[in-house]
């Protein structure tokens, strides 16, 4: 038997739609696989009746098939699902590795990265690759049609979780289909300076890059209290607040000193408009972690 930890993941960092995204120290889901002829799949954990078992529905079941790797895989959700952080991305990122090793594959995390994304197809209807690209590599990825470029970064951050749920599907559904050009070239310039901010692990450049004028607006919208938490992060210390993913998390860059105080004001904040949450105190991490045969 196999054990695969993958992490939880931020994509999106505002500037970057569909093309930057994080490696979070924390929540992650865990995946056992053996050998078996046929893929069976069990859920345990936070969210888990929400996820189907079959094969057919589960991001886990898609990247069996494209790996041609039948397994009985056993998934212990720590990252809830329709949160904004990556759970269907998790999933598949642990199961390529965990698959691929179980199976000798041969295939490098780079590699992997299409394989997983089948998964995403599955759930949201494209593969898109921001979530499970920092999934399997760690850190800092920025994923393009030429493929995935990752730096190692560690900058602290806060991912709060409400008590609510959006689907990647329909917060697809409200992305506008063009931008004015005055738009294009300001998140442009802010992608820029949150890239830069990843390579020196500088928390005020990243958060002064997360700003984006054209996906973003739309999707708060989705999200209850979305503003009043921005403000309460904001005034406690955060660098940069925006949605995380397809929300309806909300990811806050900031300095370690100040992680404390920004979680309680954002859980804060979504209580006083009646929403319950959660909030994650962590920081960039590392990719999926295989460990060792202990059959
Ligand atoms: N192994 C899995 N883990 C989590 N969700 C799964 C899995 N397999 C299928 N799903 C389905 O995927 C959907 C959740 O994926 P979705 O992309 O909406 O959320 P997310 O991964 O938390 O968010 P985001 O991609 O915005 O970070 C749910 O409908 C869930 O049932
Ligand atoms: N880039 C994707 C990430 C969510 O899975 C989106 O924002 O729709």
Do not use: W
């Not at 994080?22 to 345990?44: C, K």
């Not at 199961?95 to 995390?109: E, P, Q």
Request: charged share 20%.
């Amino acid at each position: 038997m196999l054990t695969v930890r993958a992490p939880a993941t931020s994509a999106n960092l505002g500037s970057g739609f569909d093309v930057f995204g994080v490696a979070l120290g924390t929540p992650a889901d865990v995946i056992r696989v053996e050998r078996a002829p046929e893929t069976t799949i069990s859920i345990t954990g936070a969210g888990s009746e929400y996820i189907p078992e079959d094969p057919a529905k589960n991001t886990v079941g898609a990247v069996a098939d494209a790996l041609d790797a039948p397994a009985r895989i056993r998934i212990d959700k720590g990252v809830r699902p329709s949160s904004g952080l990556g759970s269907s991305a998790a999933s598949a990122a642990a199961a390529a590795v965990a698959l691929n090793a179980l199976y000798d594959r041969g295939r490098s995390r780079e590699e992997l990265v299409p394989v997983a994304a089948e998964g995403e197809a599955l759930v949201s209807g494209e593969a898109h690759a921001d979530n499970v690209a920092p999934a399997l590599l760690g850190g800092f990825t920025v994923v393009t049609e030429d493929g995935v470029t990752q730096v190692d970064a560690s900058v602290p951050v806060v991912a709060c979780l409400p008590d609510i749920s959006v689907s990647t599907r329909d917060a697809r559904g409200v992305v506008p289909d063009s931008a004015l050009m005055d738009d294009v070239v300001t998140t442009v310039g802010n992608a820029a300076t949150l890239t830069v901010g990843m390579t020196r692990d500088d928390p005020d450049l990243v958060g002064s890059g997360m700003n984006d004028d054209i996906v973003t607006p739309e999707r708060t919208k989705l999200i209850t209290g979305y503003d009043q938490v921005r403000e309460a992060a904001l005034e406690a210390g955060a660098t940069g607040v925006t949605v995380s993913g397809a929300g309806p998390g909300i990811l806050a860059v900031c300095r370690r000193r100040d992680r404390r105080a920004i979680a309680s004001a954002m859980v804060d904040a979504f209580d006083a408009v009646g929403v319950e949450s959660r909030a994650y105190q962590t920081a960039i991490g590392q990719g999926a972690t295989l460990y060792p045969d202990d059959s």
